[in-house]
């Protein structure tokens, strides 16, 4: 059986790189010292592609493969990819929804308990010998009876409503549209922030919500109030954010993303009231390995029949 070519961006588990190199002549980019010279000798016969939410295919890939007819991104966000471009070349985008909903749900809810409890600095007080030194941790805040802002109501979003019932909240959401869900409907995100303890964003990310969490919704969360970041960094306005939790406007910050990931702000690094965390919000073995296998998955039925299991939205009329 003849085996197309594939572009690999970014890396794989090892079950994910069995199963292409199974089926696919494999092309690592990471392996590729003279990205011309491999153009001129390989970007003609490349049909497909394996990348990530974070690398998405870079302009200059697509323009190096004339012949691309599938781009298989490992992760629900595709922000890093411009669909318009793909669509207008009749590439079809694919993505990991659903597989990774409760896993991200899961980090969602650790940074908000994280953030109440105070549990990072009670481990520093226990684990450095300050308690023997010192005496007992401050007390923190329950995270029962709160009532909770959902930033996006889509697959995660639901699903983080969902795990929470356990805290008695009251749950609002704010989306562009409203949902048929057994929750309060918020038509403007300030007007969530205001009534809520906490504010969780779990949006893709892209323009529609670039800064969208800005310095008035996190001054209505106040000085008490928390944001919990798992969606894009891009989404809050990460300097309005520091401004905010070093005035004591808001109160707390538990985040998994960032604007310049890798990079955090110093400034964000050496606050005590601010939960990091280094984009690990479906980062288990477990889901990892769902994720890689509906992207390979999404891969090799395109090799089968020209069709795609999980489409991004913008492609699924191809
Ligand atoms: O706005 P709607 O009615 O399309 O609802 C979607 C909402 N959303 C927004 N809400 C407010 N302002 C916006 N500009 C805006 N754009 C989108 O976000 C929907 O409720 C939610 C997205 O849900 P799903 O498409 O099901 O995405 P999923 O699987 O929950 O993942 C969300 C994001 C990913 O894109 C990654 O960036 C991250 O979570 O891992």
């Known amino acids: 059986m003849s085996k197309p070519d594939l572009l690999m961006i970014g890396g794989a588990t090892d079950v994910m790189l069995e199963r292409m190199e199974a089926e696919f002549t494999l092309h690592k980019m990471n392996d590729i010292k003279d990205f011309d010279a491999w153009v001129a000798e390989h970007g003609g016969k490349i049909v497909a592609l394996a ?38 070349r009749g590439i079809k985008v694919t993505h990991t929804p659903n597989v990774l909903n409760a896993e991200v749900a899961n980090t969602a809810m650790m940074l908000m308990l994280a953030c109440f409890r105070n549990f990072l600095s009670d481990e520093r007080h226990a684990r450095s010998g300050d308690w023997e030194r010192d005496g007992n941790a401050p007390l923190s805040n329950s995270p029962d009876n709160r009532t909770i802002g959902i930033l996006g109501m889509g697959r995660i979003g639901q699903e983080i409503a969902e795990r929470l019932q356990v805290f008695n909240p009251t749950i609002l959401y704010h989306t562009r549209s409203r949902k048929d869900l057994p929750y309060e409907y918020c ?37 008490e109030g928390m944001v919990i970041n798992v969606s894009r960094g891009s989404v809050i306005d990460e300097e309005a954010l520091i401004e905010a939790l070093q005035s004591g406007k808001l109160g707390k910050a538990g985040l998994d993303v960032f604007e310049q990931e890798p990079k955090i702000p110093n400034a964000l690094k050496e606050m005590e009231n601010v939960v990091l965390l280094p984009h690990v919000g ?24 020209g069709t795609v299991i999980t489409p991004v939205p913008e492609c699924a009329h191809l």
């Open 51 to 88: 990348t990530n939410g974070h690398d998405g295919v870079p302009a200059h890939v697509m323009a190096a493969c004339p012949n691309l007819q599938v781009a298989s991104a490992y992760g629900v966000g595709y922000d890093a990819i411009d669909t318009d471009a793909c669509v207008a």
């Open 187 to 223: 038509e403007t995100l300030v007007g969530m922030a205001e009534r809520s303890d906490v504010l969780i964003c779990i949006t893709p990310g892209g323009a529609s919500t670039n800064k969208i969490v800005n310095k008035q919704v996190l001054e209505a969360l106040g000085p």
């Open 282 to 305: 479906s980062a288990t073995h477990e889901t990892r390995a769902a994720m890689g296998k509906l992207t390979v998955d999404n891969l090799i039925q395109w090799k089968q029949d």
